[in-house]
């Protein structure tokens, strides 16, 4: 990251929210965790494992048509090493989704089992649903429970308090109580949330962030952010990120008096079509990692 930036948190709430997460679980069967597939490490909670214990976990590979289709596999194998279940799915489209409630079923199967030996007619099973801010958690939860009583909005944060949904006769859904929160130790962690929009654009500034973005796309050029600013991979050659927002300012005619980039309005453009997915499926972190 730019050394004037340095993205943090400091949320006061992440030890109650471990409480009550842990007080929770023995109502819970299943935790369901969400993680943004463009950024899966990034975006999920080091805790989490600890916290949980030994409860069965299902991972949601959230927004997985902005990222890159190989890598999505790569961790589902990853996931599947570790004996846990992912699944790439797009919670706004709904892609994907119509395999959660049978992998839930599969991962709860002996469960299910045990609960009908022991005379019940139609056991119950519950999974809680965690996930950092902006992961999708939202919009998941209106479509597996085909209602609107979650607050969906495209920033971080807007999920208050407690709730139970019920997504089909045998399965029940805790969202979670409380907000679980990236780690920021590894700069690298608070850069890629900020990438994706996980971090408010108004505590970051932009251009520092536009600028390592670029400095990030320089590595791994995709034809379709060539084609967005009409540019050959020949015209990048030896070009820094800096004078990339520049020529990417000047090629959609952003100026301003004297002839001067726009060098604000450009980072905003660049930021905005990344997380819009007009640069194609760019994933930033991979299981090797």
Not at 74 to 102: H, M, S
Not at 131 to 152: C, E, T
Request: charge should be positive; glycine fraction near 6%.
């Amino acid at each position: 990251m730019s050394k004037n930036q340095n993205i943090q948190w400091f949320p006061g709430h992440m030890t109650k929210t471990k409480r009550k997460i842990q007080s929770s679980l023995k109502l819970i069967d299943v935790v369901v965790e969400i993680i943004d597939a463009r950024i899966p490490i990034s975006s999920s909670n080091p805790d989490l494992a600890e916290i949980i214990q030994n409860k069965p976990k299902l991972v949601l590979l959230n927004k997985c048509d902005k990222a890159n289709k190989s890598a999505n596999q790569e961790w589902v194998n990853y996931y599947a090493k570790k004996g846990i279940k992912a699944l790439p799915v797009d919670c706004k489209t709904g892609r994907g989704l119509n395999k959660f409630i049978p992998s839930v079923r599969e991962i709860l199967s002996d469960k299910f089992e045990a609960q009908k030996n022991k005379g019940i007619k139609n056991p119950i099973l519950r999974l809680m649903i965690v996930g950092i801010p902006n992961v999708g958690k939202s919009s998941f939860i209106n479509r597996v429970s085909k209602q609107s009583r979650a607050k969906v909005e495209d920033r971080p944060g807007v999920t208050r308090g407690n709730q139970w949904y019920t997504i089909s006769n045998d399965l029940e859904m805790l969202d979670t109580p409380g907000v679980l929160w990236p780690k920021f130790e590894d700069e690298k962690v608070g850069l890629h949330l900020a990438f994706t929009g996980a971090v408010k654009d108004q505590v970051i500034d932009i251009e520092l962030l536009a600028i390592d973005f670029l400095d990030a796309m320089l590595k791994n050029i995709t034809p379709q952010f060539l084609e967005r600013f009409k540019l050959k991979e020949a015209d990048l050659d030896g070009v820094q990120a800096y004078e990339l927002l520049e020529i990417i300012g000047r090629k959609r005619g952003m100026l301003i008096s004297g002839g001067e980039i726009d060098t604000e309005r450009a980072a905003n453009l660049v930021m905005d079509e990344y997380r819009d997915g007009k640069f194609g499926n760019i994933t930033l972190e991979f299981p090797e990692e």
